[in-house]
């Protein structure tokens, strides 16, 4: 015993000391990923390359030089200077190197570059869509060399489409052959008259004059159309992602076309392309602001190297100093970044983190800076400083109180206790909104406001909501919430001193053509869980890990020799216990209904260890389900050299591939809650836009089963709600699924949406999903929100399911606030129905070769029959589609009763039975019993494999028990699949 511990606190130290070590090697081995780098020095380097595509290509380079490389003028394709720029030029540059032949690029108008293909003037293009109709059509194609966004273009004077739509039908111009206008129509929220033009010149004139309200285009064709600004180009939602090709229609060029197909298969070259077109996407961007500055702000730039700024420490997501890091951030930094990438200028920080905002100011209104972070426009500040044009971000003011504060009206905000920040738009507001108001408190900075609040020395802090933001976010404190919300926008512009104009024209002009709504996104969506760097470290210190880990195996070795000896020496106290037990029972009946009330709470335990017991086993059962059918038409789909088939192959990966992701997502979701980490986050949202959300994912199910679906949402319900939308789309989703689960083809589910109450801005809404189900027996119903549990566990056979949805989504009600609950009859259906408090806020803005698929040897078992018993129907479609190759005859059961039927009518036909063991009507297990039972030497005899996702050790016995010869696990392995049948076909041929 001393020996074991003595070798326990040894592995522990080694362990400690390993641990420490690996702290100093991480920082030491640490290293940035390499960037994509050209893979090819010339094209005798592409893969698989054959001899003649050489000796043709080389044949080329004699007869004729150079090659003309169509494009569009846009942003892959633009004049700067006199000389050529874009993603186009350096793909030309890129192909001379490989080929050793000049590729000359020009620019045309699309209708005079599809004339050109067509009387092969003009020899390749990077211009044209990828589509099977266009490779019918004539033209010779690579895959992808580039992916293009949809866009819309629109003048600057044009109402947005929603308004115009209100008035009259939309008016959509299209250049002529361009394949985006069927992908719009199939998408687009509006209806709309369609427009062609010949060319880009002509669909930007129809926008000038106002015969079309938006030209759609690949997001190509912007480049000398917008040199001042006056198109406003948007990306179209749903994204469109279009890929384009190498082209020709010239049959002589097809040589080029076929060697830049085997480079294209190569993923570092394909990484090399993408890294050129970020290139060239930032050359254009630039090139838009470079056309766009004058003479005098060049002069201003020359003279003015280094711009002096000053920054807020405390400013989420806008501006902000990280003491956790050490460093600055935000969106702000970010602008000065690319001002710097596309003017040249510096820029100097000449503050620090410990300076207040009064004294920002000061030094921005004295000229030591001449750029400010933030600076809210304000009456008394109008000819004191300047602001950009655009803002950064924009959002509305608010009170912010405590978490568990009270709601409260307008009426009640004069008698509150309130905090401003010093010389800020915040107080300015406040004291203009609230005249008169007798308990304001001024601090120097927006944290000591906040401290105020958790100190109690205040009840409200007058700010915006990006500051909650930084305050849940980015200080991970969770104690505060918007308490009310002004319909007032809060915009944060940048400010600077007011002889700054040609700074302030500088930075509009940046502003204008940088992707500065992702720029904010990047912060606003971000959250700071250190927790994640420490996974970082721990995966730089793989290898000690590892050793760690062996070190660990000794160490539970050790643990479970010890508790080896402490479980015998237990036993032995037990036998004394019981002893004892024994003869103090016999003097007092008190101890013996103790005794008795320990045994029922053992019975209580033994049941919820069976409850989880059945969970696991239900769970590996939907867990390998959906990955059976992942691999399995993975490897239809690779064999295959049929298009269509590879397709359906695919869309069945992505059905069970998003099943088993519900079922991952599920199993978190539940650990979180265990564990008391489930959070939730609020943000603003439409009820009407959620809920067409959840019905277009759950649509295509009850399409599946021609049910009858409406929905109802009442028209009271505010048009912009505050609170976490993805949690009550996964509660609506859950209840939905569930209703279409058990509820028969044919029948009705209903979903409505009401408004129950509105008090102070606060709503309560009420969800309610109705279905002509089964039911919920009487027995059952006080369990069905218990986590790891069914109705029964014939449901969970016959339907299928985690069993935590509802236990989910109870959690989830309850921690917003609300409530849920269900009524329910035996045969005739349910209703759930739950609330949740939201608060009304104002609107929101956004409404190759083939390869042999393994390397097993394919068995041949021609004149064999069998009879494969399987439920679902992708597993059969697997199965099937495995054994094909093999030449045996397949006769297919959907449930056990089935097989039972067909072996009982034809004893002598089956040389060998696949049989799943979880079916609906009659399980593998009981099918095999009866099959057994069948008066028939055959049948008694005939080899039955059990092919089943349950694999745990007792579920194996169970199947041998039952009498069956052999187990299979799922997913399948086909060349274990192919050794049993042989193993047993050939004992019975």
């Known amino acids: 015993m001393r020996i074991a511990k003595r070798a326990l606190c040894t592995v522990i130290s080694v362990i400690i000391i390993l641990s420490?070590?690996?702290?100093?090697?991480?920082?030491?081995?640490?290293?940035?990923?390499?960037?994509?780098?050209?893979?090819?020095?010339?094209?005798?380097?592409?893969?698989?390359?054959?001899?003649?595509?050489?000796?043709?290509?080389?044949?080329?380079?004699?007869?004729?030089?150079?090659f003309v490389y169509g494009m569009n003028r846009g942003i892959e394709a633009f004049e700067q200077?006199?000389?050529?720029?874009?993603?186009?030029?350096?793909?030309?540059?890129?192909?001379?190197?490989?080929?050793?032949?000049?590729?000359?690029?020009?620019?045309?108008?699309?209708?005079?570059?599809?004339?050109?293909?067509?009387?092969?003037?003009?020899?390749?293009?990077?211009?044209?869509?990828?589509?099977?109709?266009?490779?019918?059509?004539?033209?010779?194609m690579t895959d992808k060399i580039a992916e293009r966004s949809l866009k819309y273009t629109q003048h600057i004077n044009s109402k947005s489409l929603a308004e115009i739509a209100q008035d009259r039908k939309l008016k959509f111009v299209f250049v002529a052959t361009a394949a985006t206008v069927t992908d719009v129509a199939s998408l687009s929220y509006y209806d709309f008259e369609t427009i062609y033009a010949d060319n880009h010149t002509d669909a930007y004139r129809m926008l000038e004059e106002g015969t079309a309200d938006a030209f759609f285009d690949k997001g190509v064709a912007e480049a000398d159309f917008n040199?001042?600004?006056?198109?406003?180009?948007?990306?179209?939602?749903?994204?469109?992602?279009?890929?384009?090709?190498?082209?020709?229609?010239?049959?002589?060029?097809?040589?080029?076309?076929?060697?830049?197909?085997?480079?294209?298969?190569?993923?570092?070259?394909?990484?090399?392309?993408?890294?050129?077109?970020?290139?060239?996407?930032?050359?254009?961007?630039?090139?838009?602001?470079?056309?766009?500055?004058?003479?005098?702000?060049?002069?201003?730039?020359?003279?003015?190297?280094?711009?002096?700024?000053?920054?807020?420490?405390?400013?989420?997501?806008?501006?902000?100093?990280?003491?956790?890091?050490?460093?600055?951030?935000?969106?702000?930094?970010?602008?000065?970044?690319?001002v710097e990438q596309f003017t040249g200028l510096k820029f100097e920080q000449v503050n620090d983190q410990t300076e207040e905002w009064p004294q920002l100011l000061e030094k921005l209104e004295s000229g030591q800076a001449y750029v400010i972070s933030e600076l809210l426009p304000s009456r008394g500040q109008q000819n004191r400083f300047l602001w950009?044009?655009?803002?950064?971000?924009?959002?509305?003011?608010?009170?912010?109180?405590?978490?568990?504060?009270?709601?409260?009206?307008?009426?009640?905000?004069?008698?509150?206790?309130?905090?401003?920040?010093?010389?800020?738009?915040?107080?300015?507001?406040?004291?203009?909104?609230?005249?008169?108001?007798?308990?304001?408190?001024?601090?120097?900075?927006?944290?000591?406001?906040?401290?105020?609040?958790?100190?109690?020395?205040?009840?409200?802090?007058?700010s915006s909501q990006h500051q909650l933001l930084a305050l849940t976010n980015y200080l991970e404190l969770s104690g505060y919430k918007s308490n009310i919300i002004f319909d007032e926008p809060s915009e944060s512009i940048i400010g600077f001193n007011a002889k700054q104009r040609e700074l302030r024209s500088i930075f509009d002009k940046v502003l204008s053509v940088i992707d500065l709504e992702n720029m904010s996104a990047h912060w606003t969506q971000r959250t700071y869980d250190y927790q994640a760097k420490i996974a970082q470290i721990a995966q730089q210190r793989l290898p000690l890990f590892i050793a760690v880990t062996v070190l660990s195996f000794f160490l539970i070795i050790i643990m479970l020799i010890l508790f080896n000896i402490k479980r015998r020496e237990g036993a032995r106290l037990e036998e004394l216990i019981a002893l004892r037990t024994g003869e103090l029972e016999a003097q007092n009946d008190t101890i013996k209904e103790t005794s008795q009330r320990l045994e029922a709470a053992l019975i209580s335990a033994q049941e919820a260890s069976r409850a989880k017991g059945d969970f696991l086993s239900n769970m590996s059962h939907e867990i390998r389900t959906p990955l059976n059918a992942i691999t399995g038409m993975t490897m239809i789909g690779k064999t295959s050299t049929e298009t269509a088939r590879k397709d359906y192959a695919f869309e069945k990966i992505e059905e069970a591939s998003a099943h088993l992701l519900n079922i991952i997502n599920d199993i978190l979701d539940i650990s979180k809650i265990e564990a008391g980490k489930f959070e939730l986050s609020g943000v603003v949202f439409s009820v009407k836009t959620l809920l067409a959300k959840v019905v277009n994912v759950i649509n295509f199910r009850m399409e599946e089963k021609q049910q009858n679906f409406t929905l109802n949402i009442d028209d009271r319900i505010p048009s912009a709600l505050f609170g976490d939308d993805q949690r009550l789309m996964q509660i609506i989703t859950n209840l939905l699924s569930n209703a279409v689960k058990f509820t028969p083809e044919g029948k009705d589910i209903r979903l409505d949406a009401s408004l129950e109450s509105e008090t102070g801005g606060l709503c309560i809404l009420r969800f309610s999903v109705s279905d002509t189900g089964i039911g919920i027996d009487e027995d059952q119903k006080?369990?069905?929100?218990?986590?790891?549990?069914?109705?029964?566990?014939?449901?969970?056979?016959?339907?299928?399911?985690?069993?935590?949805?509802?236990?989910?989504?109870?959690?989830?009600?309850?921690?917003?606030?609300?409530?849920?609950?269900?009524?329910?009859?035996?045969?005739k259906g349910s209703v759930f129905t739950f609330t949740v408090p939201l608060t009304k806020t104002a609107e929101t803005n956004s409404a190759g070769e083939e390869k042999p698929a393994g390397n097993y040897a394919v068995p041949v078992f021609e004149g064999k029959t069998l009879l494969l018993a399987e439920d679902i129907e992708i597993n059969r479609e697997i199965a099937a589609s495995i054994l094909e190759p093999t030449l045996i005859e397949i006769d297919i059961a959907s449930n056990g009763a089935e097989a039972v039927k067909m072996a009982a009518d034809a004893p002598e036909r089956y040389d060998l039975i696949l049989m799943d063991v979880q079916m609906p009507e009659m399980d593998g297990l009981q099918a095999t019993r009866a099959i057994r039972a069948i008066n028939s030497p055959n049948a008694a005899d005939i080899p039955i494999i059990a092919m089943t996702a349950n694999v745990f050790k007792e579920d194996v016995d169970k199947c041998l028990q039952a009498g069956m010869n052999d187990h299979i696990g799922k997913p399948l392995n086909v060349e274990e699949l192919f050794e049993k049948l042989g193993k047993y076909l050939h004992q019975s041929s």
């Open 20 to 66: 420490a070590l690996s702290s100093c090697e991480a920082d030491i081995n640490s290293s940035a990923p390499a960037a994509a780098k050209q893979p090819f020095a010339s094209f005798l380097d592409f893969p698989e390359i054959t001899d003649e595509e050489i000796a043709a290509i080389e044949l080329l380079k004699k007869r004729r030089t150079p």
């Open 81 to 140: 200077n006199g000389e050529m720029h874009g993603f186009a030029v350096m793909f030309c540059r890129l192909l001379g190197e490989l080929f050793g032949m000049e590729f000359q690029l020009n620019l045309y108008e699309w209708d005079e570059l599809m004339r050109g293909l067509d009387t092969h003037g003009i020899d390749f293009t990077g211009d044209m869509a990828l589509s099977a109709e266009r490779q019918n059509g004539g033209y010779i």
């Open 227 to 338: 040199v001042n600004g006056e198109l406003i180009v948007q990306n179209f939602f749903p994204i469109i992602n279009i890929p384009v090709s190498l082209t020709t229609k010239n049959p002589e060029l097809e040589p080029i076309i076929s060697a830049m197909q085997k480079a294209l298969q190569d993923e570092t070259f394909r990484r090399y392309l993408k890294d050129l077109y970020d290139i060239g996407e930032k050359e254009f961007t630039k090139h838009r602001l470079l056309v766009q500055i004058t003479e005098e702000e060049w002069e201003y730039i020359r003279n003015n190297p280094v711009i002096p700024f000053v920054a807020e420490h405390y400013n989420y997501p806008l501006c902000f100093y990280n003491d956790h890091e050490n460093q600055w951030g935000g969106i702000f930094f970010d602008v000065l970044t690319q």
């Open 388 to 462: 950009a044009k655009q803002a950064l971000i924009t959002d509305y003011y608010t009170l912010i109180s405590k978490a568990d504060a009270p709601n409260i009206s307008l009426r009640d905000v004069m008698n509150a206790r309130v905090g401003v920040t010093e010389g800020t738009i915040y107080a300015e507001l406040f004291n203009l909104w609230f005249p008169n108001h007798k308990n304001v408190k001024v601090y120097k900075n927006p944290d000591y406001a906040f401290e105020a609040i958790i100190r109690g020395e205040i009840d409200l802090v007058m």
């Open 782 to 827: 006080e369990r069905i929100f218990t986590s790891f549990e069914q109705a029964e566990n014939d449901t969970t056979r016959k339907y299928g399911g985690t069993g935590l949805g509802l236990a989910i989504s109870k959690h989830i009600v309850e921690k917003m606030g609300g409530s849920i609950g269900f009524t329910s009859e035996l045969g």
